[in-house]
């Protein structure tokens, strides 16, 4: 056992608990995942153990040695944000040493050296990177890995991930993996945060179960299937709403050879980066030729949705359609019973109208910008990767908001990396690859999983 | 910012103008009660801080729009200049001196002044030229401008750099004070600036474009027309604020031959306020307070009134890094 927590207590200014008296227990040389729903408090306790924040009450045992100063948390545990905090001009072996360069002559950076070091550290730790490459040339898994080294440089001996895979692809992913994996035979505890099942039957040792604040189960891997395991974080995972034939279908618009159908949801599939952003752009170019009315949920929700410095009641009110809440002047009636049907309707958790958006957890703010969307009626829904980060039953509850757009006859249609998902709602599937659509299929199945997956990578 | 922000921020600047007073003045605990206590000490002084206050309110609304759709277009101390300069001329020129002529002579103004202020903004959309720079260019070259027109045409070759006398004049509100009718002007704009950029869907557009650009573009919104209007809109009440200024009773003359500093006092208030139109009075009023102060320490004791301008810069420097540390944090995960 390297690490300890009992009881930890942490209540925020805003008078949230985000944890409430969580045991976390972590031994040497194993891959802890750490599962839970948005908002269950995975990343504060995480932040805790890294000595980011500190908690109100409980105590964290590290080597067996009660820790009284945060700075010996710092020195020992290192955390790997989603979002990499590296400098893409300069190589690898500068953003390792950053603040930290040999010298010689008191002032001159000793650069033979500064790659002697780095590449003796890579090597330890079987890290396989060039440390003269470039941050920008780097794929995402290889910039997780110099995050890795940044804090093995540093001497720790607990790597914390919190959704290190969110934007990987499955290259990517199978690479960190990897990683972990070499890290883990030298005796280095890994813990990550996750909201993929999958990931977690692949690589983990021993998983936590977080559920609002509190530790439900910690268990073995091995000891459970992945059913059970979802049984216990969600209890269910099927879609409420079923989907309604709808007779009278008519094309909405083409995209390349493509027809986009009214009341069917058309799904575009490819890897990362195989050109939907000038899918997206193509949509949007043919629906304001065609004067058609278009709903669109961006693939980041912050910078392309929504606007941070506003209320939640401000960021549910839809440009497009401001026209319902009064002429000139917004009928301050109208408003707060928009805002009241809208939050029952999505079930968005928040404190009152006049709360700041970004003080919301991810699933809540995914929710507000699609009721504000989806509360618009419009000729096509276009939703990129809208579970992008969020836990299974926030993702089931978006899907089930789709499907009903599509019962109620607006053509849908959803970018999504997630395979499974495609599959159960959408009447057709088309693959991507290089910018182009490469594979239709109607009515997809289960058996066709392995074609699809066959037609995302070029030969 | 919370208000314990701003609260410690004002604790600063007056521990260092205070400390400053005890520097260059012979008599400084006298200095510091000239500055900080007379202005409440008389109502004639009290009238003053109300009468300083009216010319904010119109420049610190007029800030409020500007700010708000994420420009920092700093021309409203060219737009006050050149409202004031107009209503000069008109003021001037006319012989009839009755109602309608002080309204066209202010609407005018206001009019002119944001013909001024749609300058910077329009570089900036054609040709990315910042609006900063050209904006506070602007203001100097409208600076001389003015001053050459007042020399030329309307100079009274009796007096110095005076113009003839006024003809049109605000009324008076309260008798032995020169609180002007202006005052409920600078009302009725507070309350109709708040509605418009609170209340509205244009209000809206302003205010999603001065935070994410990008959603507003993806809504359809009309960018350039929403950016230029609401800019319009803050020239038109600098404008209008330099001309009510002019027509007040406080001024017989036209003799403005340096800036009044009401633009860029400007953009502390809608700063502080976070260009709420609502909250301007209240910065308004504390602004025109230390400006009221200064001048009655200047005339009666040996310390000069640019203490106040130090107390000022304190207050921008603190606020205007807070804001740019507040940009570069990053978004919060919970």
Known sequence: MILECREIYKKFDNGVIANDNINFIVDSGEIHALLGENGAGKTTLMKIIAGELSCDSGFIVLNEKKIENKLDLFANIGMIHQHFELINEFDIAENILLGNMPVKKGFIVDKIRMYELIDRLLKTHDIHLNSHDKISDLSLADRCKVEIAKALYKGVQILIFDEPTASFNENEKKELFKQFKRLSNKGLSIIFITHKLEEVMQIADKITIIESGTNKATFMTASKNIDEISQLLFGKINFDVQREIIEEKKEIIKIDNLPVNSGEITTLIGLDKNGYGEIIARIFEKCSEKKLKISYIPENRLSDGLVKEMSVEENLVNLKNSSKFGKWIFNKRILKSYFNEQVILYDIKIKGSKQKIDELSGGNMQKVLIARELSYVSDIVLAVYPDRGLDKKTSLFIMDKLIEKANENTAVILITPNIDDAINISDKICVLLDHKINYIIENPSKNDIAKIKEKMIRK | ?334
């Not at chain 2, 260059?24 to 000490?41: E, M, Q, V």
């Open chain 2, 1 to 334: 910012m919370k208000n314990k922000k701003i609260i410690k921020t004002f604790f600063i600047s007056i521990l260092v103008a205070i400390i400053l007073i005890f520097i260059f003045s012979k008599n400084p605990i006298y200095s510091i009660r000239l500055f900080f206590i007379a202005p409440f000490t008389k109502f004639r002084y009290f009238a003053n801080i109300i009468e300083n206050m009216i010319p904010l309110i119109f420049t610190g609304v007029g800030m409020c729009f500007i700010l708000s759709c994420g420009e920092f277009n700093l021309a409203s101390e060219g737009c006050f200049h050149i409202g004031g300069f107009t209503a000069a001329c008109i003021s001037v020129l006319t012989t009839n001196i009755c109602i309608h002529n002080t309204v066209v002579a202010v609407i005018v103004s206001g009019i002119i002044a944001s013909i001024i202020i749609i300058i910077p903004a329009v570089i900036k959309m054609k040709s990315g030229g910042s609006e900063l720079v050209s904006s506070i260019m602007l203001n100097f070259i409208i600076l001389h401008l003015t001053n050459y027109l007042l020399m030329k045409y309307i100079r009274d070759p009796m007096t110095g750099y005076g113009s003839y006398e006024l003809n049109l004049e605000l009324k008076t509100l309260i008798s032995n004070t020169r609180i002007h009718s202006g005052l409920i002007i600078a009302s009725i704009v507070i309350i109709f600036a708040y509605i418009l950029l609170y209340k509205t869907k244009f209000g809206l557009e302003i205010r999603i474009i001065g935070n994410n650009k990008k959603y507003a573009e993806i809504s359809g919104v009309n960018i350039s027309f929403v950016l230029l209007t609401s800019q319009w809109i803050g020239g038109f009440l600098a404008g209008m604020g330099g001309a009510i200024e002019l027509l007040s009773p406080i001024y017989i003359r036209y003799s403005w031959t340096n800036l009044l500093g009401f633009g860029w006092d400007a953009i502390i208030i809608a700063i502080l306020a976070k260009n709420n139109p609502l909250k301007v009075p209240i910065y308004a009023f504390m602004l025109a307070y230390i400006r009221t102060g200064s001048y009655i320490m200047e005339r009666l004791s040996d310390v000069s009134s640019d203490i106040a301008l130090i107390f000022q810069a304190i207050i921008i420097i603190v606020f205007i890094s807070d804001i740019f540390m507040k940009k570069n944090k990053g978004v919060k995960s919970c």
